[in-house]
């Protein structure tokens, strides 16, 4: 118990200085690096999702090599390193572009300046990678080993409970206070700030060494899972028979195989005394396998999740609560943590008790019942950000010198909170339930997945729209100055590709099988 302040303080300043750089990052790209606003969005998207899916090869090189104490201390060096790597760009002018005179156009970036903002970009990814997957499942390590008279689960159940209050305390405070330095104070103050924060968590992970228990690296599930293709493929030609024999694990709870995706059977059946994989082995890839139709249906949430121009909008408008305080542009993202922290807790608390009562299930809802209402929230959240934006340019574009309050932005951000709060909870929660209790660690990197596909997807989306759109000498929907540009469009693409996807998850839903038949297993 002594080591699990360390491990949460390394986490929640680690999301608060990683977080603290996300919302104004499009801003610095486009008013410091001189970038359109397509190509700074299509940049983030990318970082997104190169930092998400590293957390893949973080997973796997925790799991078979180095453990995930050495992980998350090489994670938590390489991205303060990127992170001082990136004040650098705000205190050095050599680093970034220059306008030689006011109201003269500037130049654009030089491959040298870029290469400095990708490296901090990249080393901040590893750090991510290698930091995220490994620090959860780090602190349960701690907790599984302690000596109590009662049941450690409920330690654990405690631990992940903190383990989320300071991940949304951590984004709280970036999207409030280091946003808010950032705007009031510069660059140079607003990336200090990370920098000194990320450097105390550091440090906090690294002075609870000695106290840390280091569980002994098992065999990785993933080389399990080439194993099973690589023996799969090699008895391609196998005819299974009624009578076969199938190789079963000792050290893993004995699983019986099913009919479904049988060809990968032949990678366990014994042949000849030959080195074959086990059954085990196959149906945990078959429970990957079988999870990805309903996994990817939470992918295009985490793009609606991750735009960039609801900042851009509410650079634009009036972000005034009182006559001396305004509101970042940045930080009303805020109000989509505050939606889904407040109702996590309303719906834990209140409505569980009540809907288990006529459900029958101890959750409320189903996951998949959930993860539909998040879809279709995410529907709504699309098209009233559709309509305020449409709102808003019709304003910025008339005679009139009334601007639009930027307080009309919450209501989408809290409606995308409310999505994230049904949907991406649910989906975490089913990929736990589908994958065997061994393969936890898989299903924490399948989930992180779904954000680094995500940010490919709204990567591909923006680039294809602002192509088309920019056609024959027309402004393109998504210009950096918005009030030429239509972004009320992109939304309403977005809202049509968030019904589709919601067609698709009932269809999931349909085709999805609940059991599977069982294959005779001769002993």
Not at 101 to 125: D, I, K, N, W, Y
Not at 378 to 386: C, G, H, P, R
């Amino acid at each position: 118990m002594k080591t699990m302040p360390f491990i949460i303080v390394n986490e929640a300043f680690e999301k608060v200085a990683s977080y603290g750089l996300l919302p104004n990052m499009i801003l610095y790209l486009t008013e410091v690096y001189k970038m359109q606003a397509v190509t700074g969005s299509t940049l983030l998207y990318i970082w997104s999702a190169f930092s998400n899916g590293l957390s893949l090869f973080g997973a796997f090189v925790s799991d078979s090599n180095l453990g995930p104490f050495r992980v998350i201390a090489f994670g938590s060096l390489s991205t303060l390193l990127g992170m001082s790597l990136l004040l650098l760009t705000s205190m050095v002018p050599q680093l970034t572009p220059s306008c030689n005179e006011p109201g003269t156009s500037c130049s654009l970036a030089t491959p040298t300046q870029l290469v400095v903002l990708f490296a901090s970009f990249g080393l901040m990814s590893i750090g991510t990678g290698c930091i995220r997957p490994c620090c959860i499942t780090f602190g349960a390590d701690q907790l599984k080993h302690v000596r109590t008279g009662n049941n450690n689960q409920r330690l654990i159940d405690s631990y992940f409970n903190w383990y989320y209050a300071s991940v949304s305390m951590s984004a709280f405070v970036a999207f409030t206070v280091v946003v808010y330095i950032q705007d009031q104070l510069g660059w140079r103050v607003g990336f200090a700030v990370p920098v000194f924060i990320m450097a105390c968590s550091a440090i906090v992970f690294l002075i609870g060494s000695p106290l840390y228990v280091k569980v002994k690296v098992k065999e990785s599930p993933y080389s399990g899972f080439i194993q099973v293709l690589v023996m799969a493929f090699k008895n391609r030609r196998i005819h299974l028979r009624p009578d076969d024999c199938y190789n079963h694990s000792n050290e893993m709870d004995r699983v019986e195989l099913t009919e479904n995706l049988r060809f990968l059977n032949k990678a366990c059946v014994v042949r000849d005394m030959n080195i074959v994989s086990t059954v085990e082995q196959v149906e945990s890839l078959k429970s990957v396998i079988q999870m990805v139709p309903m996994w990817s249906t939470g992918i295009l949430l985490f793009t609606n999740i991750s735009l960039s121009y609801p900042t851009l909008q509410a650079k634009t408008m009036n972000r005034h609560v009182t006559s001396w305080f305004e509101i970042p542009a940045g930080s009303y993202s805020v109000f989509m943590v505050l939606t889904l922290t407040i109702w996590v807790a309303f719906y834990d608390r209140i409505l569980v008790p009540i809907l288990a009562k006529y459900t029958h299930d101890p959750r409320g809802l189903t996951t998949k019942t959930r993860m539909g209402i998040g879809l279709l929230i995410s529907i709504i959240a699309m098209m009233v950000s559709a309509i305020v934006e449409s709102i808003r340019r019709d304003l910025a574009n008339s005679n009139t010198p009334v601007h639009m309050s930027a307080m009309w932005l919450v209501p989408q951000y809290a409606l995308l909170g409310l999505a994230e709060a049904f949907n991406v909870i649910a989906l975490m929660e089913y990929c736990y339930s589908e994958l065997p209790k061994s393969m936890s660690s898989v299903a924490m990197a399948v989930f992180t997945l779904s954000s680094a596909v995500a940010g490919l997807l709204g990567s591909l989306l923006i680039n294809i729209v602002d192509s088309v759109t920019s056609q024959g000498s027309n402004v393109s929907w998504l210009s950096t100055d918005i009030n030429e540009g239509h972004v009320d469009y992109y939304y309403w693409l977005l809202s049509f590709l968030n019904l589709v996807n919601f067609l698709y998850f009932l269809i999931c839903c349909r085709v999805q099988r609940s059991s599977s038949s069982p294959v005779y297993i001769v002993t």
